[in-house]
């Protein structure tokens, strides 16, 4: 099974400052990496695919890069609605792993 | 639009079965490949398994559920079902369908559902 790391657990910033999460999976996944998006009693919802391909309808704010093994979700300058906690997800191979997750709080 | 609506969650004692339903529309329910993923309270998210986009027997599952889950679907009725048996209290969480990205197997997922919670105890 591929374990995925993410880091920090928690990250407290300021409404339009820079935030970047780590992923960083146990074994090389390629380009495979997806990131997600949660805010309290809600969904998931698809930010990146396939390490740095914006899903339909996120904002240009947020971008993805990396491969292999280590990749960054970066949010370039945090809006309110930003928030939440992330996750990363491969879909190198089964079983389908997440990330623990980074929650990102108001300072 | 893509629109997931789970059904079917509740209260059961351990050992007891369940079945969820996932009732779809806006997409070619038929074209794509459909998983469970699953949060514990307070927890992350855990992917329970995956059904071909014609429910076909290349079905794959997490461990933690091999053996006790049955994923199905019906692409007459766009819905998709998972059958739980021998549940345990760790089995206790909100259950997500969701919808493959893409038209392969292993994908990303492009739309969730609003999650059924399921908790399991005497």
């Known amino acids: 099974e591929i374990v995925l790391t993410q880091s920090p657990a928690t990250l407290s910033l300021s409404p339009g400052e820079r935030a970047t999460l780590s992923c960083r999976a146990s074994q090389s996944i390629s380009i495979y990496l997806a990131w997600y998006q949660q805010k309290p009693g809600q969904a998931p919802r698809l930010l990146i695919h396939?390490?740095?391909k914006r899903a339909t309808g996120i904002p240009a704010r947020f971008s993805g890069s990396g491969s292999g093994t280590d990749f960054t979700l970066t949010i370039s300058s945090l809006e309110p609605e930003d928030f939440a906690v992330y996750y990363c997800q491969q879909r190198s191979n089964w079983p389908l792993t997440f990330g623990g997750g980074t929650k990102v709080e108001i300072k | 639009q893509v629109q997931l609506v789970e059904s079917g969650g509740g209260v059961v004692q351990p050992g007891g079965s369940l079945r969820l339903s996932c009732a779809a529309s806006?997409?070619?329910?038929?074209?794509?490949?459909m998983h469970w993923v699953r949060q514990a309270p307070g927890k992350g998210l855990e992917w329970v398994t995956f059904?071909?986009?014609?429910?076909?027997?290349?079905?794959y599952y997490a461990d933690s559920v091999k053996g006790r889950f049955t994923i199905s679907r019906d692409n007459s009725k766009n819905t998709l079902y998972l059958q739980m048996n021998s549940l345990r209290a760790e089995d206790t969480a909100v259950y997500y369908c969701?919808?493959?990205?893409?038209?392969?197997?292993?994908?990303?997922?492009?739309?969730w559902g609003q999650g059924t919670l399921v908790t399991v105890s005497s």
């Open positions: 969701a919808k493959g990205a893409r038209l392969g197997e292993l994908s990303s997922f492009d739309y």
């Open positions: 806006g997409f070619t329910f038929s074209s794509y490949g």
């Open positions: 059904i071909r986009y014609d429910g076909s027997d290349n079905k």
């Open positions: 396939d390490a740095s």
